[in-house]
């Protein structure tokens, strides 16, 4: 099977929702000697960002979506497991959620993806986070960045809450700050004192690891 076969594959397992095929195939590229990364990037996050697409345009509903990010989990998980000892390494660790009020998490779903495949230990606190959970748990982790998204207008202030927070408990210095999501933007980062914005998982990666001060390899 060729690799433009197995990356088709992989997306579609993605878009027809289908665990044991997504998993089947994250087998068949590890055997077949692929870059688990560019099997990721090219194939299943492609499929996860066409369910994206369809969900915008009222053809797909929640319930999929959410069912479509768990597939998308278990197939990055299977992959981890055949990165290379230097990607493997830990290059930073990655607090991560949806804020409160906010359920959605199909780009953060991604993001996750993409910052595992590339070395990060990452901690996803799902939806629905509030401020005081990403503080307490960043704390008690020991991370070095921590990242909101925030899919909706009504929650996007909940970002700017997490930067007013971190400042009024003298913590702010302590933890580089990520924000993305829809509504977001690199003025929304500026205006409240985010360290960075990404626009999408790609830039995520390459802005994580420029925060950390780690040069990114092409």
Not at 31 to 52: R, S, Y
Not at 150 to 158: K, N, P, Y
Not at 189 to 204: F, K, N, S
Request: a negative charge; glycine letters at 8%; aromatic letters at 4%.
């Amino acid at each position: 099977m060729t690799k433009t076969v197995l990356l088709e594959e992989a997306m579609n397992a993605i878009i027809n929702c289908d665990e044991a095929k997504a998993v089947d195939v994250a087998k068949k590229a590890l055997a077949a000697g692929l870059d688990p990364v560019e099997v990721l990037n090219e194939g299943f996050c492609k499929g996860i960002a066409k369910v994206g697409d369809l969900f915008g345009r009222g053809k797909v509903f929640l319930p999929e979506l959410i069912q479509t990010s768990e597939v998308m989990k278990v197939a990055t998980k299977v992959l981890n497991e055949g990165l290379t000892t230097q990607t493997s390494l830990t290059k930073g660790k990655f607090l991560i959620g949806t804020v409160e009020g906010d359920v959605h998490d199909i780009g953060k779903g991604i993001v996750v993806s993409l910052l595992s495949a590339n070395g990060f230990e990452v901690i996803d606190l799902g939806r629905d986070v509030p401020v005081n959970t990403f503080i307490e748990k960043a704390l008690e982790l020991d991370v070095d960045i921590i990242g909101t998204s925030a899919l909706l207008t009504t929650t996007l202030e909940i970002q700017k809450k997490l930067e007013d927070e971190l400042k009024k408990n003298g913590l702010r210095s302590k933890f580089k700050t990520m924000v993305g999501g829809a509504p977001a933007t690199q003025r929304w980062a500026d205006r409240i004192g985010a360290d960075a914005y990404a626009e999408d998982a790609a830039e995520a990666v390459t802005k994580a690891l420029a925060l950390l001060e780690i040069k990114v390899v092409c």
